[in-house]
């Protein structure tokens, strides 16, 4: 059949599964926005392509679909850069396709012309530059297949805009499987290291599962839990696996690292083996290397090989898609008993508790864990919660408990402010059924808060909890503990959120004490489209407990008794 | 310790640059590269000197693993190998001291490809060191130019870089490498 590239880029969506696809026109995409409307796939209209960008990765997050991402060249492909190196970082399933410049004048710096497959080379597992229209719909597929096997990641697609205006007489949608001689993401691991592995798994005394964002990628939830309880193994989560083990189970200890709890980590550190499920040892997870679990064995559980022995030397390697590794494993494995090692932890945890805010009374002031407390309370812990960077990130993270996979979605490898509003309104494409409930602080919100117009004109319901503190929190908390409270930069001067709800005809609440948290919580929730919350919580609080960036991992800041005291 | 990487790639636009930028990007030392055709269309070979740990050099071949575009990567230091490097030299060769730079290029087997009233241009080529010390002999004359390709490697045996061969079978006649 007869099809100009712009038609087939549309074709090949619609053979991916493609409904909806988040993007902005200008000129050297035209001819496909023009295609576009000859195609049952919805258009949302973003404010600025970064949105675009988070918005197709939060769709990706909680759907294990692919997010798909549109841009012009020049200004609007390097607005995409942010949002595609926040999925490389993560590790998230998105496309994005860029008009390019006419494919003659590429190299001639003409107008509204960027190097964009030069500029995100280092951001994206894979992009293509298509100046040939016969290539573009394997280009497409490849891009596709690329993004969601082996380990997932953002792909980039600039097409010239000649080749979307060129016309192929005899198009057909090449369907057989693709070929790609460099690219063989299924690898798994050899039934000797299998074994090995067992061996090692049955000799333990006091293991640990470090449970990362590859069981969600993989789907292991299940073969995960079936490990965990077999093996009667604690399992800790990394910031981005957070769901992807019941957080009500007894084998839970909670979120690892820099504001992990503490039993958590001296649990890590006291280990004797350390089960790394679909985690990388970042930084923030590890504290200081040197120190780090020193008299534990490491069985590393990883799709990519290059993330084995990058930060941490390990003394096993099981390469593949970790929910086939754990399905393998399991027929070596035998039930273990650790109820010594269970207890031991459960010690650990000894007063934790009673310091915790939450089991404080009401002394008048508004902290952001009341809020996400009570916020947990109220949506029964079945909210998809989409949460910005800083400290209201490690609130979320900490107060709002989740049993079910797929619903604590965050920037963890780039840590991008600006985050959690396009990627909720992504996610709620995704999942439109879904409570979604996105929580930012009054600085992040405000760098892509332009996409509440998006929200306003698609009608989509997101309620967003903007946990105000009147400062950039998580840098005044860095000021506090190791800058002598030199506050420098980060007190904000902000707009009225309620207002600015108002101004999109959208509704605004605000809340300044713990008693107003559930009414509005259940306001915001029955009220129609988006609606905004604002928190104005206690300005000077900070995130308890912490690891000093590059100390040793039990070594932590507690967090003080000072609230006890004013009771 | 320098390891000898040997790549595979697709012969298609910027794989070069992936392969320069992922090495930028790793802050790997790059010692020598060198790209050519192999026999197979539509793929060329690499030859990556690093300087690296052994830690380094599994970091580098898994991270070229990664690119798409790479078919195959081989770390030659598990195996003994021929490395050649080649180097044109451009020396000052006054006639009478042109007779006494011939017999240093017959010693090396290098060979004198230009002739000029006051200078030569002389084709070596050999492994690093042996290039190293004809530099060496010749530096007193005085060298006006120097080009060197870098290294190109080899497996000794039978033993195929992965993917070289699509039937396995890697002693076919038809590689035009190295004709002058």
Known sequence: MERTGAQIIWECLVHEGVQTVFGYPGGAIMPAYDA???????????????????????????????????????????????????????????????????????????????????????????????????????????????????????????????????????????????????????????????????????????????AGQGVLLSGAMEELREFAEKTQTPVAMTLLGIGCFPASHPLNL?????????????AIQQSDLLLAMGMRFDDRVTGKLETYATQARKIHF???????NKNVRVDSALIGNLRDTLGKLSAHIEACDHADWNDQITDMKGDSAVRDILNLPDNGHLYAAHVLNDLHRHTHGEAVVVSDVGQNQMWAAQYYKHDQPYTYITTGGLGTMGFALPAAIGAKFARPEANVWAIVGDGGFQMTQSELSTAAQEGIKVNIAIINNGYLGMVRQWQEFFFDKRYSATPLRNPDFVKLAEAHSLTGIRVTKRSEVETAVNQAETAEGTVIVEFCVEKEDSVYPMVPNGADLQNMIQRPVRAQEER | MNHTLVALVEDKPGVLNRVASLFRRRAFNIESL????????????????????????????????????????????????V??????????????????????????????????????????????????????????????????????????????????????????????????
């Not at chain 2, 798409?68 to 230091?77: E, G, R």
Request: hydrophobic letters at 40%; aromatic letters at 4%; proline letters at 4%.
């Open chain 1, 302 to 308: 990883e799709i990519d090989p290059s993330e084995v």
């Open chain 2, 83 to 180: 490395m050649r490097d080649l180097a044109m030299i451009k020396v000052t060769a006054l006639p009478t001291r042109r007779s006494e730079i011939m017999q240093l290029v017959d010693v090396f087997r290098a060979r004198i490809v230009d002739v000029a009233n006051d200078s030569l241009i002389i084709e070596i080529t050999g492994n690093e060191e042996k290039i190293e010390s004809f530099v060496d002999v010749l530096r007193p004359f005085g060298i006006l130019e120097m080009v060197r390709t870098g290294i190109v490697a080899m497996a000794r045996g039978s033993s195929l870089i992965p993917g070289s061969n699509g039937n396995g079978n890697g002693n076919g006649n038809g590689n035009g490498n190295g004709g002058h």
């Open chain 1, 36 to 210: 576009l409307l000859d195609y049952p796939i919805h258009h949302v209209l973003v404010r600025h392509e970064q949105g675009a960008a988070h918005m197709a990765d939060g769709y990706a997050r909680v759907s294990g679909r692919v997010g798909v991402a549109i841009a012009t060249s020049g200004p609007g492909a390097t607005n995409l850069v942010t949002g595609i190196a926040t999925a490389m970082m993560d590790s998230s399933p998105i496309v994005c396709i860029t008009g390019q410049v006419n494919s003659k004048l590429i190299g001639y710096d003409a107008f509204q012309e960027v190097d964009i497959t030069g500029i995100t080379l280092p951001i994206t597992k894979h992009n293509y530059l298509v100046t040939d229209v016969r290539e573009l719909t394997h280009v497409l597929r490849e891009a596709f297949y690329i993004a969601r096997s082996g380990r997932r990641g953002p792909v980039l697609v600039d097409i010239a805009k000649d080749v979307q205006q060129a016309l192929l007489r005899d198009w057909e949608y090449d369907d057989r499987p693709i070929q790609m001689t460099g690219y063989r993401p299924d690898k798994s691991p050899l039934t000797a290291d299998l074994q090995r592995a067992a061996g090692m798994i049955h000799e333990a005394k006091r293991p640990v599962i470090l």
């Open chain 2, 34 to 81: 060198t790209v050519g055709h192999t026999d197979r269309k539509g793929i060329s070979r690499m030859t990556v000197v690093v300087t690296s740990s052994e830690t380094d050099a599994e970091r580098v071949t898994s991270h070229l693993h990664k690119l798409i575009n790479v078919i195959a990567v081989t770390d030659l230091a598990e195996a003994p190998a």
């Open chain 1, 254 to 266: 909670g979120m690892m690292g820099m504001h992990g709890e503490a039993w958590v980590n001296n």
